[in-house]
C-alpha cells in the first residue's frame, strides 16, 4: 500500500516539476521574442522588458545573456552608449564564464556592431574577426546560422565606411542570403529589413536606381510583417530620395511628411534627423522658403543634440578602454617584474650552488694535499 502510494506522489511530483519548467520555459521564450521585436519599434519598453526576461532567467546563462544584449541594443537606440558597453561587457562576462560558444559568438558580434557605430573601425573588426574564427572553429548550430549574416552585415558597414559602396555590396548580398533562411525569427526579419536598405543605399549612391527602388520595396514588404516602424521609415526615406532624383519634388515632401509623422512615437534621433534634413532640402529647391527655414533649424537643433550625446558617450568609452589599456600595461609590467625577480632568485640559488661546490671542491683538494704532505713527511 505504501509503496505504491509512494510511487504515485513521485510520479505527480515529477509531472508537476515538469509543467513547471514546461510553463517557466514558455514563459522565457515569449518574453524573449516580445523583446526582440520591441527593440526596434519601442527601445525603452524593450529595455524594461528586458530586465525582467534577465531576472526571470537566473539560472540560464543564454537567456540571461539574450536579455542583456536586447537591454544594450535598446540604449543603442537610444544613442546612450555608456550604457550599451554597460550591458553588452556583462554579457561577455557570462558567456566567457560560461563557455557556450555560440554565446560568445553572439556577444563578440554585438560589441563589434557597436564599435563600428562609434567609428571605431579597427577595434570593431578584432572583435567581428574573433566572432568570426570561433564559428569556423565551432560551427553554429543551423538555427543559429543568421549570428554569421548579422557578422557579415556589421564587416558590410564598414567596409562602407572605409572603402565604399562597391566593397561593401558582396558583405550586404551574402547577409540577405542568410538572413532568407532563417526568416521563422522577427529579430532576423527586422535585419533583414534593414541590410536591404543598406543595399537601397548603395545603390542609390552607385546610380543604380531601379535595384534601389526593388531593396526599398522589398524591405518594406518585411518590415510590415512585424510592423518595425523604424525599418519602414528607413525605407520610405530611400523611396523619397529616388524620388527627388527624378524631380518628383512634391511627391517627395508628401512621402517624408507621412513618414515622419509615422515615427513621432519613435524615439530615433539618427532616422528624425535624415527625414527632417530631406524635407528641408526639398523645400529649398521648390522654393518654399518658410518650411526650409524652419525644418533646418529642426534637423540643426537635434544634429546638435546628437553630437553632443554621442560625443559624451564616445569620452566615456574612450576613457574606458585607455583605462582597459593601462591596466594591461601595468599587469604586463607587473608580469615582467615577477619573471625578472623570480629569474633572478633562481640564478642567485644557481651561483651560491656553484660557489658552495667549488668551495666543496677545495676543501677536499686541501684535505688531500695535507694528506700528501703528512704522508711524505713520514717517509
Given at each position: 500500500?505504501?509503496?505504491t502510494f509512494f510511487n504515485t506522489f513521485l510520479l505527480l511530483t515529477t509531472l508537476t516539476s515538469a509543467t513547471l519548467f514546461g510553463q517557466q520555459q514558455a514563459t522565457l521564450d515569449s518574453l524573449k521574442k516580445e523583446v526582440s521585436v520591441l527593440v526596434y519599434n519601442n527601445p525603452e519598453l524593450a529595455i524594461e522588458k528586458g530586465f525582467k526576461l534577465y531576472n526571470l532567467s537566473k539560472d540560464n546563462a543564454s537567456y540571461q545573456?539574450?536579455?542583456l544584449l536586447s537591454i544594450a541594443n535598446g540604449y543603442a537606440i537610444l544613442k546612450e552608449h555608456d550604457e550599451v558597453f554597460k550591458y553588452a561587457l556583462k554579457a561577455d562576462s557570462i558567456a566567457e564564464k560560461n563557455e557556450n560558444y555560440t554565446d560568445q559568438v553572439r556577444v563578440l558580434g554585438f560589441i563589434g556592431g557597436q564599435y563600428r557605430r562609434l567609428k571605431l573601425s579597427g577595434r570593431a573588426l578584432r572583435y567581428l574577426d574573433e566572432a568570426y574564427n570561433l564559428t569556423v572553429k565551432h560551427p553554429l548550430p543551423d538555427s543559429l546560422e543568421f549570428i554569421q549574416g548579422n557578422i557579415l552585415v556589421v564587416k558590410g558597414l564598414i567596409k562602407k565606411d572605409d572603402l565604399g559602396c562597391e566593397y561593401a555590396l558582396p558583405y550586404f548580398t551574402d547577409a540577405v542570403k542568410v538572413f532568407e533562411r532563417n526568416t521563422d525569427r522577427k529579430s532576423v526579419i527586422a535585419n533583414l529589413a534593414i541590410t536591404l536598405n543598406n543595399i537601397g543605399d548603395c545603390f542609390i549612391e552607385l546610380e543604380r536606381f531601379s535595384e534601389a527602388k526593388q531593396s526599398f520595396d522589398e524591405a518594406i514588404t518585411?518590415?510590415?510583417?512585424?510592423?518595425?516602424?523604424?525599418?519602414?521609415a528607413s525605407s520610405k526615406l530611400g523611396l523619397a530620395k529616388l524620388l527627388s532624383i527624378e524631380s518628383k519634388y512634391e511627391a517627395a515632401i508628401e512621402n517624408l511628411e507621412t513618414t515622419l509623422n509615422s515615427i513621432k512615437n519613435v524615439n530615433d534621433a539618427a532616422i528624425n534627423i535624415k527625414i527632417l534634413k530631406a524635407l528641408s532640402e526639398n523645400y529649398k529647391i521648390i522654393g518654399n522658403n518658410e518650411k526650409f527655414n524652419s525644418y533646418t533649424k529642426m534637423y540643426l537643433e537635434e544634429e546638435q543634440k546628437l553630437l553632443e550625446q554621442e560625443k559624451k558617450s564616445l569620452n566615456k568609452v574612450t576613457e574606458e578602454?585607455?583605462?582597459?589599456?593601462?591596466?594591461?600595461?601595468?599587469?604586463?609590467?607587473?608580469?615582467y617584474t615577477y619573471t625578472f625577480l623570480i629569474c633572478g632568485l633562481i640564478l642567485f640559488i644557481i651561483i651560491v650552488l656553484i660557489l658552495r661546490n667549488i668551495l666543496q671542491k677545495r676543501t677536499k683538494i686541501a684535505k688531500s694535499k695535507d694528506k700528501i704532505q703528512k704522508s711524505t713527511k713520514k717517509g
Open positions: 500500500m505504501f509503496p545573456i539574450s536579455a518585411y518590415a510590415l510583417k512585424i510592423n518595425a516602424i523604424k525599418n519602414i578602454m585607455s583605462s582597459e589599456n593601462l591596466e594591461k600595461r601595468i599587469n604586463q609590467k607587473n608580469k
